[in-house]
């Protein structure tokens, strides 16, 4: 099981909100629970947060997890003191109508709750049809716009309210655990590398700006310059009525955590990753179904420089993209360890080529 101090950190990373391209309130839990296991911490000036183990080594293995999430921002105030916003990631609309959110002002988090036409006023029409965001607005209980001027400013990202709970012994939900979890996964491997004296160099980094086209995984990529890399994202979870097995995959909750095979895969690494599941006796998952390339940190990774020796380790997601996603904390547990043992079986002599003995 998760220690305390890392529940306590992931108690914490859940309870911040960073919408893409304002995610330093994660950034810092991120860097401070890092801080005491790593020979060095830092930060870019895209925002993403890079923890070193062993930095003079020549050998490098980043690991990745995006700590931003979807969400939205603040577009225009209204003369009754209502705000309208545009979405920041890819949301899903049909959850938005009646959901709190945080407006994050430079003096607070200021509440407010996503409005729409009471259905007993809307045409039949209209209640059968998902409204899009420019219909919808925020309420913040202003009496008018110079009342709600004084609290929030065009511009002003928004996030969903932090509703970060447990369910039952091992589940979780909350928003965001796109990607909180990976960023969790990564800082747990990180801390197990230091703990077992990993001698070859790790750069555990925090990125941003994943939900808007993987951009910190870019930048620090070309940082790093690692010789292979790992990211953490989340995958989709198929056991649920509706999502077609048979054309997604199966992939459960607590069922360990998912090892991706697509063309961002690097199959060296690949074969590293299932051989040290088999050793350690640590249950993963394969997924392949939901798209050939693309989509995660580890697209971007893969294409830094002259190439980096990629893979992808998901955790498994219910209710992705919505303020109520859910995952397993025995698959972030898994993934941690399955990770540390990884890179443990590593050496500076270690080659990815595909193809060559």
Avoid at 113 to 126: A, D, F, M, S, W
Wanted: hydrophobic letters at 40%; a neutral charge; proline letters at 5%.
């Amino acid at each position: 099981m998760l220690n305390a101090s890392s529940l306590k950190f992931f108690d914490e990373l859940m309870r911040s909100s960073g919408p893409s391209g304002y995610e330093m309130p994660c950034a810092a839990v991120f860097r401070k629970r890092l801080e005491p296991f790593a020979d060095e911490v830092r930060v870019d000036v895209t925002g993403n947060s890079i923890a070193v183990l062993n930095p003079k080594s020549k050998f490098r293995v980043m690991l990745a997890g995006h700590y931003d999430e979807i969400g939205f921002q603040v577009v225009y105030i209204t003369d009754e003191g209502l705000i309208t916003f545009r979405e920041v990631g890819g949301i899903d609309k049909v959850t938005l109508p009646g959901l709190e959110v945080e407006i994050l002002t430079a003096s607070g988090k200021v509440p407010g709750v996503i409005g729409r036409k009471p259905i007993h006023l809307q045409t039949p029409k209209e209640r059968e049809t998902v409204m899009e965001i420019r219909d919808l607005w925020i309420d913040i209980g202003a009496e008018n716009k110079a009342d709600a001027e004084k609290l929030v400013s065009v511009g002003d990202p928004i996030a969903f309210r932090v509703n970060y709970s447990r369910f039952g012994k091992n589940r979780v939900m909350s928003k965001g655990l796109d990607d909180k979890i990976g960023a969790f996964v990564i800082a747990e491997a990180f801390r197990i590398l230091s703990e077992r004296k990993c001698k070859i160099g790790v750069y555990a980094v925090g990125t941003v700006q994943e939900e808007l086209g993987l951009r910190g995984a870019k930048t620090s990529a070309f940082s790093v310059d690692p010789q292979a890399a790992i990211a953490v994202d989340v995958g989709f979870a198929t056991d649920v009525p509706g999502v077609e097995k048979k054309q997604w995959g199966d992939v459960t909750l607590g069922g360990g955590p998912i090892v991706c095979k697509n063309a961002d895969i690097n199959p060296v690494l690949l074969k590293k990753i299932l051989d040290a599941a088999k050793k350690g006796k640590i249950p993963v998952q394969i997924e392949c179904g939901h798209r050939a390339s693309g989509g995660t940190d580890t697209a971007q990774i893969q294409l830094s420089r002259a190439g980096v020796a990629t893979a992808l380790i998901s955790i498994p997601n219910r209710y992705m993209h919505t303020p109520v996603e859910m995952c397993d904390l025995r698959d972030a547990e898994n993934a941690a360890k399955l990770i540390a043992d990884t890179i443990l079986s590593l050496n500076e002599k270690s080659s990815f080529l595909p193809g060559i003995d």
